[in-house]
Each structure stands twice: as structure tokens, then as C-alpha cells.
């Protein structure tokens, strides 16, 4: 698939990006040579590959959420700088 212009154009205005004319050239080729790549891609019989969730094969490493007790609510408000109904107070930001 060939890029023109035109789409070169669309592309920059989408990104909101304003490119020269030169810059527009170089664009044209380099999104014209991704196309190509990805034609090459398609090309690729990939039937009998597993579909990954990782490249490398790791597996989940997270551990299990499991609930644990925590502070009371007066350790954690003992040094806040102004409190009001046992919760943080902070300043108004909007009106």
C-alpha cells in the first residue's frame, strides 16, 4: 500500500502535529515503508502459534491478594495537618 499525501496530512493533523513540506516527504516514505513491513508480516503463517500475553513467558508473579489488617484511623490521621470528620482535610482547589 502506497501513502500520498493527502493521508500524510490526515495522519499529521490527527497527531496535531505541522510538518514542512521536506518533513512531509519523509513521513510519506517512512509510513509507506511500515505498510510494507506489515504486508510482510501478513504474509507470515502464524495457524499454529500460540497466542502470548507475554513475549518472554512469564507467568503471573503477582502474589494473592489477601486481606491484611491495617492502621487505625487515628494512627494515620495523627499527623495530618488539619482533620475534619476523621478524615483529611485539604484546601478547596476548585469553585
Excluded: W
Amino acid at each position: 500500500m502506497e501513502i500520498d499525501a493527502k493521508m500524510v496530512e490526515y495522519v499529521a493533523e490527527l497527531a496535531k502535529l505541522r510538518l514542512s513540506e521536506p518533513e512531509k516527504a519523509a513521513m510519506q516514505q517512512d509510513l509507506t515503508k511500515v505498510l510494507q513491513y506489515m504486508d510482510v508480516l501478513n504474509q507470515l503463517d502464524t495457524a499454529d502459534v500460540p497466542p502470548l500475553t507475554h513475549v518472554s513467558g512469564v507467568e503471573n508473579v503477582f502474589r494473592e491478594d489477601e486481606a491484611k489488617p491495617s492502621f487505625g484511623r487515628e494512627k494515620i490521621l495523627q499527623n495530618a495537618i488539619a482533620v475534619e470528620d476523621g478524615c483529611f482535610k485539604v484546601p478547596q482547589t476548585v469553585e
